[in-house]
């Protein structure tokens, strides 16, 4: 609305000030032309009564009747108000022989007052036809009426002039308003209608002018639009179904993969058998994961792991299964009284699988997996836990007494299943590329109340809080120390409710994996850790 009043405003002043200045030059001019006018009338005037005057006053000049001429000239003054002053002289004599003012300065015909002096010889005629001049007669006559005059006759003229002006003002506002601000109105309407998807606007155009070509073009414009536009959506929604079609499909095939990964995964039953109680919180940042956790049997006991692959998503879910496959076949093969030896065997079969000392020896960089593993192999009838990490740690959290707190036992700087070259650094003997570094068994006395955890990275490196800074060992470790006596059940959830907290809603960075467990153990070997536990205290 604003740039509508401000054209209409600017048309209007242009008009204004246009008509303005020429309605003044007129009025200048016509001031010029009527003011001379009046001029000239109030000359002719004050000659014919100069004259007429001087005709009559020749008896009384050559008489010497000063007071009939007096008498003369302020009857002449009393008439004609635009008189100013009457001087009567006689021949010769520079004293007037009457006079009813101050007279002018001989000879000047107009003066810097307004003021018009007219001088006649005053004539005596004889019998016999002599002339004879006996006087003259000086006449000032005022211009002030010559200017009254001008402008009584100039108000009306100025009147009417701005009645025109303002007639033709209103009459010009109507007309542009009519023939060009009400289509140009019309046409940012339907502009903005086609800017909200109203596509179908269209205008009058039954003009021939700038306007009815404006509106044409409009029309024509409005018409492709609306015919791309619907071409455009007809080309989205088959896209957008089409690609609606693919994602149902991939993540159907993820789905169905997430099943798959399930089923490697150890049951519920499995856990409870050699485990008193446990709880796992596994939170793939996909639907798939790259970590997983074993829990089986083995001859003397029973094996927990806990494995982050590298990668996550489909590719991680993939490492996984190979992965968990090489460490069952492993198990199967050595046995898991040696974690140490089992970690170095899943070493050497991951990287032979996966052909990265070929890739080693050949030069290839474009591809390098493999594994962070954690293996706990549980013997409750002799009392004793062993452990061997590959940057994994083992948590043990003790129930109250001097041994209160949480204990983390570090696993070896060394991850599974890269190519040499990758460990060469850490090592510092690159004279033993193709050998394997030992991993590191620790023994650990099964007590009852003791509570053991083994986590993946992605909860400690999940980003949160104010700042975005990590979640951090300290804070897990402050959890874990609070809950010490309390479920595991109840401990997952406390684990859970503060990492929602502190994640605050900002995306998972990755896969969290977080297995906790407490061991079942037998009478013998629960009395005898009570009554060691007690010497001790």
Not at 427 to 442: I, K, L, M, V, Y
Not at 465 to 470: A, F, I, V
């Amino acid at each position: 609305m604003n740039r509508r009043s401000s054209l209409f405003a600017q048309v209007a002043g242009a008009i204004l000030l246009t008509t303005a200045s020429f309605g003044t030059i007129a009025m200048l001019l016509s001031e010029r032309i009527v003011e001379g006018q009046r001029h000239q009338e109030l000359l002719r005037r004050a000659e014919l009564v100069t004259a007429t005057q001087a005709d009559a006053l020749s008896g009384f000049v050559w008489e010497m009747d000063n007071r009939s001429a007096q008498r003369m000239i302020e009857a002449l003054t009393a008439r004609d108000p635009a008189i100013r002053s009457i001087a009567v002289f006689e021949t010769d004599r520079e004293e007037p022989l009457a006079r009813t003012a101050v007279e002018e300065i001989a000879g000047k015909t107009e003066d810097t007052d307004g003021i018009v002096t007219v001088e006649r010889p005053i004539l005596l005629h004889g019998r016999e036809g002599r002339v004879q001049t006996v006087g003259h007669l000086r006449i000032a006559y005022s211009t002030a009426e010559v200017r009254q005059a001008t402008l009584d006759a100039l108000i009306p003229v100025a009147g009417l002039l701005l009645l025109s002006l303002l007639g033709a003002m209103a009459a010009l506002g109507l007309t542009l308003n009519r023939m060009v601000l009400r289509p140009l109105r019309r046409l940012t309407q339907l502009a903005s209608a086609m800017a909200h998807g109203e596509y179908g606007a269209r205008m009058d155009a039954g003009r021939s002018d700038e306007i009815g070509v404006l509106a044409d073009g409009f029309n024509r414009m409005a018409a492709t639009v609306q015919d791309h536009t619907s071409t455009l959506e007809s080309r989205v929604r088959d896209r957008t179904e089409a690609l609606a079609a693919t994602n149902r499909a991939i993540m159907d095939s993820i789905n169905y993969a997430q099943l798959i990964q399930s089923a490697i995964l150890p049951s519920a039953g499995t856990l409870s058998a050699g485990l008193t109680e446990h709880f796992v919180l596994w939170r793939p940042r996909d639907v798939v994961s790259g970590d997983f956790y074993l829990c089986r049997e083995v001859e003397d006991g029973f094996v927990v792991a806990v494995a982050d692959c590298t990668g996550h998503g489909v590719p991680g879910a993939f490492m996984t299964m190979t992965a968990s496959a090489i460490l069952n076949n492993v198990l199967d093969q050595l046995g898991a009284a040696d974690p140490a030896a089992v970690l170095a065997a899943v070493d050497r079969k991951v990287r032979a699988a996966l052909h990265q000392e070929e890739e080693a020896r050949g030069g290839a960089d474009c591809f390098d997996n493999g594994l962070d593993l954690g293996l706990c192999h549980i013997r409750p009838a002799e009392g004793e836990l062993v452990f061997a990490g590959a940057r994994i740690p083992l948590l043990v959290v003790a129930d109250g007494g001097l041994d209160g707190g949480v204990t983390e036992l570090r696993g070896d700087r060394r991850s599974l299943g890269y190519r040499p070259s990758a460990f060469l650094a850490a090592d510092s003997e690159p004279d033993r590329c193709g050998a394997e570094s030992p991993f590191t068994n620790h023994s650990i006395a099964l007590r009852p109340g003791q509570t053991f955890l083994m986590s993946t990275d992605g909860l400690i490196d999940q980003n949160g809080g104010e700042r975005g800074r990590s979640f951090g060992r300290i804070r897990l470790h402050a959890l874990l120390s609070q809950g010490a006596d309390t479920p595991l059940d109840r401990l997952k959830t406390d684990v859970e409710s503060s990492l929602d907290r502190f994640q605050c809603g900002r995306e998972q960075r990755d896969d969290i994996t977080l297995f906790g467990f407490r061991v079942r153990l037998t009478d013998a070997v629960a009395i005898s850790s009570t009554g060691s536990g007690r010497r001790a205290a």
